[in-house]
């Protein structure tokens, strides 16, 4: 059987780099091609190919799939949020123009699947608060969330008029060491960590009870792997799955950090960035994708507080009273 040949745009960004070695591990280092806009980082030793190339040039693109008989993408390359709302049309303009390269692509060289993520900014102030369903109302007040609106619109009318088969997840906030994110509202959920492990503080821009969903990277990305793998006939959900693990507020997370960092502090200083947390949900309901493809996550905040202090302190010199508590195991 022919194997697979993938490439993931927008490959050095947070998602990327934990996904691409994970689909390196499945499908090979050679069959998985990391491109981004972004030279390769010279610390980031690449196992398989890399290109830098920007998504927007649609003649690169098509040279690429076709050099190395790209039978899969992954389209990861966007503005998030809040730097979105810096600059609304070159937020558009990425985030449309990508996708609709890549779906045209996708029709022409008959791609066989197509993955590209939306996120629960598609929501607004008119959708439920809490368990958003999956087919909520959706009113976006950014940028980004209306550029991921209008995609998933699109998705759905490449899968009706072309039979392309694309796979979209609306990704909750993610959390991961081994990237900083990129520009996003839930931000804050990294940003913390990594505060508590050098200053052992942290100011938020988002006040202490605003509560969001969130997910860890490894969940993410297994996620995103097995609606990859999942069945087509299976897939029911056209435009994007609602896809859930957690939600917490920041005053919950400094809570959890403390537990490992007594002196931890934290405080607060709201920024324009409350606007957009405050016009999402801070949970959905994502049942339709545990039904389909038996979704589940993994991950609880104890376990992602644990896993990302144990990233993060190794290589530093700090010596954290919790220590041994970190090294002693609890559930996920
Ligand atoms: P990121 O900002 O960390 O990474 C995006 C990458 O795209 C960057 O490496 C950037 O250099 C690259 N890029 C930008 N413009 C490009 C261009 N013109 N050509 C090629 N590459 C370009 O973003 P991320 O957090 O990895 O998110 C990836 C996707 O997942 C985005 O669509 C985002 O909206 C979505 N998403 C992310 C989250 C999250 O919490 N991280 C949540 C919901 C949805
Ligand atoms: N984490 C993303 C952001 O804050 C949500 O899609 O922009």
Redesign the pocket.
């Known amino acids: 059987m022919k194997s697979d040949n993938i490439l993931v745009?927008?490959?050095?960004?947070?998602?990327?780099?934990e996904l691409v070695p994970a689909l390196r591990r499945i499908h090979g280092d050679l069959h998985v091609v990391a491109?981004?806009?972004?030279p390769l980082a010279k610390e980031k030793k690449s196992a398989g190919p890399y290109v830098q190339?920007?998504?927007?040039n649609y003649g690169a693109l098509a040279t690429l799939i076709t050099r190395y008989d790209i039978n899969q993408v992954y389209?990861?390359?966007?503005?998030?949020s809040a730097i979105g709302e810096k600059d609304p049309h070159r937020a558009w303009d990425?985030?449309m123009q990508?996708l609709l390269n890549i779906l045209d692509l996708a029709r022409e060289k008959r791609l066989a699947k197509v993955f590209?993520?939306?996120?629960?900014?598609v929501f607004g102030p008119d959708a439920p608060r809490t368990a958003c369903p999956q087919d909520a109302v959706k009113s976006p007040s950014t940028v980004?969330g209306i550029s991921?609106a209008a995609g998933e619109q699109w998705c759905q009318y490449y899968w009706n008029k072309y039979r392309v088969d694309i796979r979209s997840l609306?990704?909750?906030?993610?959390i991961s060491h081994s990237?900083?994110?990129?520009?996003?509202t839930?931000d804050f959920a990294v940003d913390i960590f990594h505060q508590a492990v050098r200053h052992q503080k942290y100011t938020s821009f988002l006040p202490a009870d605003t509560c969001l969903p969130m997910m860890y990277m490894s969940d993410a990305v297994r996620a995103t792997m097995e609606l990859m793998e999942a069945p087509a006939n299976r897939l029911l959900v056209k435009t994007s799955y609602n896809l859930s693990a957690i939600s917490f507020t920041p005053a919950q997370v400094a809570k959890s950090i403390a537990r490992y960092i007594p002196a931890f502090t934290i405080d607060y200083a709201p920024d324009n960035r409350q606007s957009i947390a405050d016009s999402w949900p801070s949970s959905l309901d994502d049942s339709a994708a545990r039904n389909d493809w038996h979704w589940d996550h993994e991950y609880e905040l104890a376990g992602i507080t644990r896993d990302m202090l144990l990233h993060l302190v190794t290589g530093t010199e700090l010596s954290l009273s919790g220590i041994t508590d970190l090294l002693s195991p609890i559930s996920l």
């Open positions: 745009v927008g490959a050095a960004g947070q998602i990327g780099t491109a981004d806009l972004r190339l920007d998504v927007l389209l990861l390359a966007a503005t998030l990425l985030n990508s590209w993520p939306s996120s629960i900014a980004y991921k609306r990704y909750p906030g993610l990237a900083p994110p990129g520009g996003g839930t």
